[in-house]
């Protein structure tokens, strides 16, 4: 297996639980080495695209005010860039079933996870689950120059009039 990149994302829940240290030790164990990293808000645009492909179920909404904060008043999130050999099998190893109640014990989800009354998954993290989608969600929650590696292929575009913050 050649060398991939995989998303990872620490959910607001783990941010507010003081779990990223703990999360962050349990993915190294995998090896791979990480290439990007954000502390960030997600706003509502970013979430729906992310979750695109569940826009049809019934806990979408539901699912929408949990990656952006609002169901527990805490609305950052890290994400991560890991590569290496494997990474989107190695990362979803460790992370766990989606399903809290499924996931080994011994996982990220089985140890940190739980189900609300609602029946909405709080499972602490996101990882990838193919190529393709790594490479999807990578490009939405990254600039090609947040990465330290080159990924996918890229060019150079002249903006005029853009306007962004710099320090004072």
């Known amino acids: ?56 179920k019934p806990f979408f909404q539901e699912l929408i005010k949990y990656i952006t904060g609002s169901l527990h008043g805490e609305n950052r999130v890290m994400a991560l860039v890991y590569w290496g050999k494997d990474a989107i099998q190695k990362v979803r190893d460790i992370a766990g079933a989606t399903n809290p109640e499924e996931a080994e014990p011994i996982s990220i989800r089985g140890a940190y996870g739980r189900i609300l ?38 060019k150079i575009i002249v903006a005029e009039k853009s306007e962004r913050k710099v320090w004072a």
């Open 1 to 56: 297996m050649p060398n991939e990149a995989t998303l990872v994302i620490i959910k607001p829940d783990g941010l507010k639980k003081s779990l990223t240290g703990n999360i962050l030790s349990r993915l190294s164990e995998t090896k791979l080495k990480i290439i990007g990293a954000r502390v960030m808000v997600v706003e509502e645009e970013l979430a729906v695209k992310h979750y695109s492909h569940l826009k049809d």
């Open 117 to 154: 009354t609602n029946g909405l998954y709080e499972n602490v993290i996101h990882a990838s689950s193919s190529p393709d989608e790594a490479q999807r969600e990578i490009k939405l929650w990254f600039e090609p120059d947040e990465i330290v590696y080159e990924l996918y292929p890229t």
